[in-house]
C-alpha cells in the first residue's frame, strides 16, 4: 500500500502575499512628472501652405542662454533675477519708446478698445546650456507675464489675474498675450575648434 503524502496548508501563504504587497504599495512612493505648461499651436492640416509671417524687429524681445549659461536680453548681459523687470518694461513700453514693442489697439469683447502690446521674447539657447538655467529663465519670462496680467486685472477688475472668473481672465489674456518663441538650440562650439 502507498503511503498518502501529507498537504501543506498554503492558505496563510495568499495572506502574507497580499500583505506584502499592500505593504509595497503603501512604501512607495510614485514619482509624478512635471513639465513646463504650454499650449502649443494646432497641427497644419497637410494641404495647407505655410505663411511667412514678417514681424517688425522693435516687437521681438531677444533674450539669450549660451554654452557657459550667460544670459543676454537684448544686447546687454543679464542676470537671471533681472529677466522678468526686462520683460515687463519692454513689453509694457509705458513711456512708447520707438526701440520697444509697439502697441496695436485691439477691440476685445467685454473691455473695448485696448492697446495690445506686439511683443514676442524670442527664447534662444545653446546646446550646452544646462538645463537648470533654462527653466530658471523659462519661469522668469512667464513671471514677467503673469506680473503684467496681474496689474491689468487689479487695476480694472480690482483682484488678481487668478482670482477673477473664466470670461475675466479671457479678457486679460487678450490684452496681454503670452507669446513666446523657442528657436532650436544651436551648438555653438561646432565652428570652433
Partial sequence: MARKTPDINASSQAD?????????????????????????????????????VKINRRNIIVVKINSQDKIMVGSSPTDVSQI???????LSNPT???????????AIKGLGNYPVSKG?????????????TYI??????????NELRDQFSTAKYGKKYAQL????QKI????????????EPKDVSKGKK
Fill in 165 to 168: 472668473d473664466e470670461d475675466h
Fill in 120 to 132: 514676442v521674447v524670442s527664447l534662444q539657447n545653446d546646446k550646452g546650456t544646462l538645463y537648470n
Fill in 16 to 52: 502574507i502575499a497580499f500583505l506584502l504587497l499592500v505593504f509595497f504599495l503603501i512604501t512607495t512612493t510614485m514619482d509624478v512628472d512635471k513639465g513646463i505648461s504650454r499650449k502649443l499651436p494646432p497641427m497644419p492640416e497637410e494641404n495647407q501652405q505655410q505663411e511667412d
Fill in 136 to 145: 530658471q529663465v523659462q519661469n522668469e519670462i512667464v513671471r514677467a507675464i
Fill in 172 to 183: 486679460v489674456k487678450e490684452a496681454i498675450p503670452q507669446n513666446i518663441s523657442e528657436a
Fill in 84 to 90: 522678468k523687470d526686462k520683460i515687463v518694461e519692454m
Fill in 96 to 106: 512708447d519708446n520707438p526701440n520697444m514693442p509697439e502697441k496695436e489697439v485691439k
